[in-house]
């Protein structure tokens, strides 16, 4: 089965750039999903097709996906993005989801 | 704003079955495919299956024996339904809709298996 592999967390301080990275055997040839998790919420898809954004996303808020590393990118971080953030991708072979085990985002 | 809503016990015995209903608002059910995710309390989330509103569905192979995904398009609903839980079906269930990724979510309804 397919396996994406993300840091369990990643710390940063506000006003910087966090990346998350989602790793997988040639995910470059796949479309990957970013969701956004905040403590007792359903979460929230923020990246679809590995870089477009839902509406009402913000534009700090990009994805990319190249080789076999997919990668979401939250630049001038917030407070407010302190969440777990999950990637996911559609297995055509299976016609499933996968997902990852989610990366916990700290704003120091 | 489509609006979706899990609802179903939140307690179920070991062995049993657990049935949750998951209802559309602010939409119709038919052109979309419609979705069931669970969240264990470690986090980790795993997708349980989908149907279509012709009614198709797929599952994950892990669950397949055990799960079964219904539509009823008149309520403008969905349901899931798994056999014989144990402990470790203890999770957060998400209705969700898509087929590739999910746009909209439920809020979700923890369910416990224990006796």
């Known amino acids: 089965s397919y396996v994406l592999t993300q840091p369990p967390s990643v710390s940063v301080a506000p006003g910087q750039t966090a990346t998350i990275s989602c790793g997988g055997n040639?995910?470059?040839?796949?479309?990957v999903n970013w969701y956004q998790q905040k403590p007792g919420q359903a979460p929230v898809l923020v990246v679809s097709?590995?870089?477009d954004r839902p509406s009402g996303i913000p534009e700090r808020i990009s994805g990319s996906n190249s080789g076999n590393t997919a990668t979401l990118t939250i630049s001038r971080v917030e407070a407010g993005d302190e969440a777990d953030y999950f990637c996911q991708v559609w297995n055509s072979r299976s016609d499933h989801w996968v997902f990852g085990g989610g990366t916990k985002l700290t704003v120091l | 704003q489509v609006q979706l809503q899990e609802s179903g016990p939140g307690l179920v015995k070991p062995s049993e079955t657990l049935s949750l209903t998951c209802t559309v608002s602010g939409g119709s059910i038919r052109s979309h495919y419609w979705t069931w995710i669970r969240q264990f309390p470690g986090k980790g989330l795993e997708w349980i299956g989908y149907?279509?509103?012709?009614?198709?569905?797929n599952y994950n192979p892990s669950l397949k024996s055990r799960v079964a995904i219904s539509i009823d398009t008149s309520k403008n609903q969905f349901s899931l339904k798994v056999t014989s839980v144990t402990a470790a079906d203890t999770a957060v269930y998400y209705c969700?809709?898509?087929?590739?990724?999910?746009?909209?979510w439920g809020q979700g309804t923890l369910v416990t298996v224990s006796s």
């Open positions: 040639n995910i470059g040839s796949k479309s």
């Open positions: 969700a809709r898509g087929r590739y990724s999910g746009n909209y």
């Open positions: 149907i279509y509103y012709g009614g198709a569905t």
């Open positions: 097709d590995d870089s």
